[in-house]
């Protein structure tokens, strides 16, 4: 089935840095790609993704695009603010049905 | 809005006890799913169900089953719990059969069994 590889933390930065969290994927085809995040004491919501390579997922500054040549998906934001200290998930669809292929989740804290 | 609740948000349990976990989606989704997560693995599929009493095992489905007796509502059942169930078990629902379709999560439901 489809995997997901995703770059362990935490990672700590301090606001207003540049953040990047790495995700490449193992998948059959051209699927969507996801990134979710979980804000302390919730549960998961999408964050943003990308239908097609080359796309561009975008949404509350967060940016990735979806690149089939390094079977990548990084997610990446300009300026980080403490509210975005959450864990951050990469997934990709098992393919052919509706199940997701979560990454371990990335840890990020931002301190001011 | 969609929306997913669970039914409890911490749970005490002790081992051996019948658990029963519920969850409501009011958006009138097909799947449904229940995972469970712990640091450093992520989360892990338990059950999902597409239609109602039709259900898949995930890729964890020992030691748990699964009740989907309505559309709205899917409830995950551990038999006889053990301290390595211990966990925050995370239910989700999405919208159509045979695609993929964004998930919606409940706030999670932090189990712990002595």
């Known amino acids: 089935g489809n995997s997901v590889t995703q770059m362990e933390g935490p990672v700590t930065l301090s606001e207003e840095a540049f953040l990047t969290i790495n995700c490449t994927y193992t998948?059959?085809?051209?699927?969507?790609l996801f990134w979710y995040v979980q804000y302390p004491g919730e549960g998961l919501q999408l964050l943003l993704k990308?239908?097609?390579?080359?796309d561009k997922g975008s949404n509350k500054g967060f940016e990735a695009t979806y690149r089939k040549e390094t079977t990548s998906f990084h997610l990446e934001k300009g300026s980080v603010q403490v509210s975005d200290s959450a864990v951050y998930f990469c997934?990709?669809?098992?393919?052919?049905?509706?199940?997701?292929?979560f990454g371990t989740g990335t840890r990020l804290t931002i301190i001011p | 809005d969609v929306k997913v609740t669970q039914s409890s948000r911490y749970l005490v349990k002790r081992t051996g006890e019948k658990v029963f976990l519920e969850c409501v989606q009011d958006?009138?989704?097909?799947?449904m799913f229940w995972y469970r997560q712990d640091p450093g693995l992520g989360l892990r599929l338990i059950y999902f169900?597409?239609?109602?009493?039709?259900?898949e095992k995930g890729d964890i489905p020992e030691g748990y089953s699964v009740s989907r007796e309505k559309k709205e509502r899917f409830s995950l059942i551990l038999e006889s719990a053990s301290t390595n169930q211990t966990s925050m078990y995370l239910c989700?629902?999405?919208?159509?059969?045979?695609?993929?379709?964004?998930?919606?999560f409940g706030p999670g439901t932090r189990l712990t069994v002595l």
């Open positions: 958006m009138d989704h097909e799947n």
């Open positions: 997934a990709v669809p098992n393919f052919g049905n509706e199940k997701l292929t």
């Open positions: 998948a059959t085809g051209y699927p969507s």
């Open positions: 989700a629902s999405s919208y159509l059969a045979g695609r993929t379709d964004t998930q919606y």
């Open positions: 990308a239908t097609k390579a080359d």
């Open positions: 169900s597409y239609d109602v009493k039709m259900k």
